[in-house]
Nanobody, 114 residues
Framework: QVQLVESGGGLVQAGGSLRLSCAAS????????MGWYRQAPGKQRELVAT???????VYADSVKGRFTISGDNAKKTVYLQMNSLKPEDTAVYSCKAFGPVQYWGQGTQVTVSS
């Protein structure tokens, strides 16, 4: 079992920044990659960014150049630095751990006001 706890969401004005954190605990040896997804009201959940244990990253086109995903293997934590936020970034952001079994965090709300 892997437990994921997210933090760092909140309300920010357009153009502002937020940093999300996702701390993993439990059977973390099974994790090969972690990622952030988001779901806006009335929309499907979508990929935001992923990072492998080797540091390879993938970003959605909509966040390239504005968001940065990073990981701290010692703390078993993954971060999402979000800059130049837009109202369309408003969503519930959830952390996901990839391995033989996939795990999800509980989600954290990010609201960007115009």
């Amino acid at each position: 079992q892997v437990q994921l706890v997210e933090s760092g969401g909140g309300l920010v004005q357009a153009g502002g920044s937020l940093r999300l954190s996702c701390a993993a605990s439990g059977s973390i040896f099974s994790i090969s990659a972690m990622g952030w997804y988001r779901q806006a009201p009335g929309k499907q959940r979508e990929l935001v960014a992923t990072i492998t244990s080797g540091g390879s990253t993938v970003y959605a086109d909509s966040v390239k150049g504005r968001f940065t995903i990073s990981g701290d293997n010692a703390k078993k934590t993954v971060y999402l630095q979000m800059n130049s936020l837009k109202p369309e970034d408003t969503a519930v952001y959830s952390c996901k751990a990839f391995g033989p079994v996939q795990y999800w965090g509980q989600g954290t709300q990010v609201t960007v006001s115009s």
